[in-house]
């Protein structure tokens, strides 16, 4: 009995027999997703600037220290404090960081309440695992 089938004949385990089983749930959820653009920004910007190992160790290295110069960023992370400025410049302007300046130290800082909770959640997310 050969047990193989053909490519044709198998079916994913995800595939759907109808093309839309709920009309009116895909209708409000697609009035209620973001826009293309916003999408884009997010993808590209947020989550995007997230991907970079280098940068997210930064912003950990926030979370959990709070305001830090350049130099402490550096040596926290193990990044060269060239590095460090060019994914801190990064950072800010894409509004993830903000910068206070005190003569010629600069001193680095979550920008905002949000930037803390993404990544309290996400790492919460991680902790949980498979529970």
Known sequence: ?????????????DACELRMVDGPRVRRV???????ELIEELANGVF??????????LLMSLLEGGELCV????????????ATSHALRLL???RVV??????RMA????????VRLLL????????????
């Not at 697609?30 to 293309?36: H, V």
């Not at 995007?48 to 160790?57: I, V």
């Not at 309290?120 to 529970?131: K, N, P």
């Open 98 to 103: 903000k910068v206070r300046r005190d003569g």
């Open 71 to 82: 130099c402490d960023l550096a040596a926290s992370t193990g990044m060269s404090e060239s």
């Open 30 to 36: 697609q009035e209620t997703l973001p826009a293309p």
């Open 107 to 114: 001193y680095y800082s979550l920008k905002d309440g949000h």
């Open 1 to 13: 009995m050969n047990m193989r089938a053909d490519v044709g004949d198998v079916v994913g385990l």
């Open 92 to 94: 800010r302007a894409h």
């Open 48 to 57: 995007g600037l997230l991907a970079d190992r280098n940068r997210l160790r």
């Open 120 to 131: 309290d959640v996400a790492l919460e997310h991680l902790r949980h695992g498979d529970e």
